[in-house]
């Protein structure tokens, strides 16, 4: 699975950007593609995913403020981000798991940079 990830840029605090994610390949029917973030000297973190079934998950800080959506019939997700401040400033990551029963793969964008500046 190869993921495209695009949208970042520079914006002003409480400004507004939006994420674009587009998976190709091996995908498959049973799979759920969200966002990741990581900023300078800290872990990478979970920021919100979509499972292919419409479960949703955001992480506490950005609740409220970013909202996840897709498109499966172009195998694309988006992070809508609204409200930006500039703790969300880092490099956001599109994360693709394939399911195969039990099990599951992760393939990883190569990452798109986030600056927001106060």
């Known amino acids: 699975v190869q993921l495209q990830a695009s949208g970042g840029g520079l914006v002003q605090a409480g400004g507004s950007l939006r994420l674009s994610c587009v998976a190709s390949?091996?995908?498959?029917?049973?799979?759920?593609m969200g966002w990741y973030r990581q900023a300078p000297g800290q872990q990478r973190e979970l920021v919100a995913t979509v499972s292919s079934g419409g479960d949703i998950v955001y992480a506490d800080s950005v609740k409220g403020r970013f909202t996840i959506s897709r498109e499966n019939a172009k195998n694309t997700v988006y992070l809508q981000m609204n409200s930006l401040k500039p703790e969300d400033t880092a490099v956001y990551y599109c994360k693709y798991r394939r399911y195969s029963g039990s099990t599951g793969i992760n393939y990883w964008g190569k990452g798109t940079l986030v600056t927001v500046s106060s």
């Open positions: 390949g091996s995908t498959s029917s049973m799979h759920a």
